[in-house]
Nanobody
Framework: QVQLVESGGGLVQAGGSLRLSCAAS????????MGWYRQAPGKQRDRVAS???????NYEDSMKGRFTISRDNAKNTVYLQMDSLKPEDTAVYYC?????????????WGQGTQVTVSS
């Protein structure tokens, strides 16, 4: 079994910054990719960004230039640096990891961390 534990959410004013972290633990051979999703009230869960073990990144257009995803493979941890935050970035942010345990691939989700941006 694998657990993803997120941290770093909170309340911030528009224009501010937050850094989210997500650490994976358990039986892990490799994780590829890791990523962040978000879900605003009454809306579907949308992808924010993802990163491969080799460091290749992919962002949704509205986050490009404001958000930066990174990872520490040795720590099985992914980060999301969020700058120039806007009220419309308010959502629950979820970490996602596709984990290879040596026998199979499985998709895991974190419990979510609330990000609230005030105007």
């Amino acid at each position: 079994q694998v657990q993803l534990v997120e941290s770093g959410g909170g309340l911030v004013q528009a224009g501010g910054s937050l850094r989210l972290s997500c650490a994976a633990s358990g039986i892990i051979f490799s994780i590829d990719p890791m990523g962040w999703y978000r879900q605003a009230p009454g809306k579907q869960r949308d992808r924010v960004a993802s990163i491969t073990s080799g460091g290749a990144t992919n962002y949704e257009d509205s986050m490009k230039g404001r958000f930066t995803i990174s990872r520490d493979n040795a720590k099985n941890t992914v980060y999301l640096q969020m700058d120039s935050l806007k009220p419309e970035d308010t959502a629950v942010y979820y970490c996602n990891a596709v984990v290879n345990n040596g026998y199979s691939l499985r998709d895991y989700w974190g419990q979510g961390t609330q990000v609230t941006v005030s105007s």
